[in-house]
């Protein structure tokens, strides 16, 4: 989506999706703020469907619960 | 501090089951959904234990909103939260500290109308 000139992406993730959704986007703020990708990718919204988080560390994310990580990403 | 400044976007969410608000299947992560312009959906056109048919009611609820009217919000004349609510009202959702509760319709499949 390189050549991407539309006006408006939404990401919508469903259930674990939405925690992919969720890095979607921040990888295109980040991408976007290095300026190595297409800023019109900027998602005007993220949506949230049903979105489930499991319980418990995990230990390939630095034993954070996916929850809490996906909150880091989220929170200023 | 404005949520969307991190990810780029305005960040909505729409609950439909108890899988994801249960502790003992998943985490129901309020901190997160604090933040989002939140909508709780109530699929009661399936039963209790249709949790499975439930969760899944959030995709189709959300696509299919894209074509119908912004629910609106009993006295006031606010309007509630779809995939058609504009930006400035998804920003002001996202920044209140109360979430929407979609209440009419609950026996029915079809989202607003």
């Known amino acids: ?8 992406v939404i990401i919508a993730g469903h259930s674990l999706g939405n925690q992919m959704a969720i890095v979607v986007a921040k990888k295109l703020k980040d991408g976007i703020s290095a300026g190595d990708t297409n ?23 630095s034993n954070q619960w996916t929850g809490a990580k996906a909150r880091g990403y989220v929170d200023t | 501090m404005l949520i969307h400044k991190k990810l780029g976007g305005d960040l909505e969410a729409y609950r439909s089951s108890s899988v ?15 933040e989002t312009a939140f909508l709780e959906l109530k699929p009661w056109y399936f039963q209790s234990w249709q949790q499975a048919e439930k969760h899944g009611a959030a995709v189709w609820h959300y696509l299919w909103s894209f074509a119908e009217n912004i629910p609106s919000i009993k006295s006031s004349s606010d309007l509630g939260l779809s995939a058609k609510t504009g930006d400035t009202r998804v920003k002001a959702l996202m920044n209140g500290s109360k979430g929407l ?8 499949k079809k989202p607003c109308g």
Request: cysteine-free; overall charge positive.
């Open chain 2, 20 to 34: 994801t608000n249960t502790f003992l299947i998943g985490d129901a992560n309020k901190g997160l959904l604090n």
């Open chain 1, 39 to 61: 800023s019109k990718l900027k998602p005007k919204r993220i949506a949230l469907l049903d979105p489930y988080y499991s319980n418990g560390t995990k230990s390939y994310i």
């Open chain 1, 1 to 8: 989506m390189s050549n991407y000139t539309g006006s408006r």
């Open chain 2, 101 to 108: 509760t979609h209440d009419l319709g609950a026996y029915t």
